[in-house]
C-alpha cells in the first residue's frame, strides 16, 4: 500500500520521514496521561506498509524485546516503503506486569473493539482504524501464557497459500496451524483483508535470547522478502526447514505435586517415552509421565508445582506431509 502522505491521529508523515507518534490510551487516576508511542520510518521508495507489533498481553516481555531489537538495530528504516512499530499495544498491563487491562479484559478478545467500549475495546478500536487500514502485512510478536514455554513457531490458519509462504520465510523450528479466535487482533486483520503473521515463543515475565534472535532474524527475512531489508543488514537462512504442525492436543497433569520435565523444548519423541515426573515432597510418590504418541513437544510448562489438570506438554499429534 503506497501513500504519498501517510496521516495517523492527525500527523503527516512524508515519504522518506521519521516520526514518532504517540496515541493518549487514556488519563490515570491521577491525571497522568497515559501513551501508546508509534514509531514509523518510512523510505522515499514506494513499496508496502508493513505493522510490527507486541505486547497485547502486558506480561509478554519477550515479544517487546524482539521489537525492541528490530528498532534498536534500524531493521524497522526500510529500502523501501513504510515499516510502523508499535513494541507495547498494553501499556497498561506492561506497566502492571499484567496480562490484562485494569478493566479486566484481555484485549486480544475484544477486536475490532468500539470507540465507546471498555479501555481495552477503545484500544482495540484504535488499532483497527487507525493503523491496520493503512498496512498491507502484519508481524505480531506473542510468548507463552503463565509458566508455559512455548517454542519459537509461527501460527497461521491452514489452506492459506500467501500465509504459508511467508511464514516459511519467516523460517521458524515450526509452523502451528491454528484456527484464528473470535474477536483476537489475528481474526480482525483477517475480516479486514490484512495478512498476519503471529509469533509465538518463550515465556512470560522472560527474555529468552534464543528466542529472540529466531523472532528478530524472522522478521529480517520477511522484509528481505518484500525487498524492505536495508542492504546493512543480511537475512540469514534458517537452520532447517519448518516442521509443520496439522494438530496437536496437550498433556495435562493425571496428579497434583512437584513437576519436572526430562526433556527439552523442541523435541521429537516416540509414543511410550517418559518426558517428565510428578512427585510429593515427601518421597513417597513419584508418577513418570510417558509420551501418548509420537511427536514434536512444543510447549512445556516449567511451573515447578502443578495441580491436577494443568496443561504440562504441548504435543503435535499430525504433521503436514
Not at 481495552?120 to 502485512?137: I, T
Request: charged share 20%.
Amino acid at each position: 500500500m503506497s501513500e504519498d502522505i501517510l496521516n495517523i491521529l492527525g500527523v503527516e508523515v512524508a515519504p522518506g520521514k521519521s516520526a514518532t507518534v504517540t496515541f493518549e490510551v487514556a488519563k490515570l487516576h491521577t491525571r497522568n496521561t497515559l501513551d501508546v508511542p508509534i514509531i514509523i520510518e518510512r523510505s522515499k521508495k514506494p513499496g508496502p506498509t508493513v505493522l510490527v507489533t507486541a505486547g497485547i498481553h502486558g506480561d509478554e516481555i519477550n515479544g517487546v524485546e524482539i521489537v525492541r531489537q528490530i528498532i534498536a538495530k534500524g531493521i524497522n528504516k526500510p529500502k523501501i516503503g513504510t515499516i510502523i512499530c508499535v513494541p507495547v499495544i498494553n501499556v497498561f498491563g506492561f506497566l502492571n506486569m499484567d496480562r490484562l487491562f485494569p478493566d479486566g479484559r484481555d484485549l486480544n478478545r475484544v477486536f475490532p473493539g468500539s470507540a465507546n467500549g471498555s479501555l481495552a475495546s477503545r484500544v482495540a478500536h484504535f488499532v483497527m482504524k487507525e493503523l491496520v487500514p493503512h498496512v498491507d502485512f502484519i508481524m505480531d510478536f506473542h510468548t507463552g501464557g503463565a509458566d508455559r514455554f512455548n517454542a519459537a513457531q509461527i501460527r497461521i490458519i491452514k489452506d492459506n497459500p500467501k500465509l504459508t509462504e511467508l511464514a516459511h520465510v519467516f523460517g521458524a523450528p515450526f509452523i502451528y496451524y491454528s484456527q484464528n479466535l473470535n474477536k483476537s487482533f489475528r481474526n480482525a486483520c483477517e475480516k479486514s483483508g490484512v495478512p498476519m503473521l503471529l509469533f509465538e515463543g518463550g515465556k512470560s515475565f522472560n527474555i529468552h535470547s534464543t528466542i529472540t534472535n529466531t523472532g528478530v532474524n524472522g522478521a529480517k527475512r520477511v522484509l528481505n522478502h518484500f525487498g524492505m531489508l536495508s542492504s546493512r543488514f543480511k537475512a540469514s537462512k534458517p537452520k532447517a526447514e519448518a516442521i509443520v504442525i496439522e494438530d496437536s492436543k496437550w498433556i495435562r497433569a493425571k496428579y497434583s505435586g512437584m513437576f519436572k520435565a526430562t526433556i527439552s523444548i523442541n523435541s521429537k519423541v516416540e509414543k511410550g517415552e517418559v518426558i517428565g515426573n510428578i512427585t510429593d515432597p515427601y518421597g513417597s510418590f513419584n508418577y513418570f509421565i510417558k509420551a501418548p504418541n509420537s511427536g514434536y513437544i512444543f510447549n512445556v510448562n516449567e511451573s515447578p508445582i502443578i495441580y491436577q489438570g494443568d496443561a504440562i506438554f504441548h504435543i503435535s499429534t499430525k504433521l503436514e506431509a
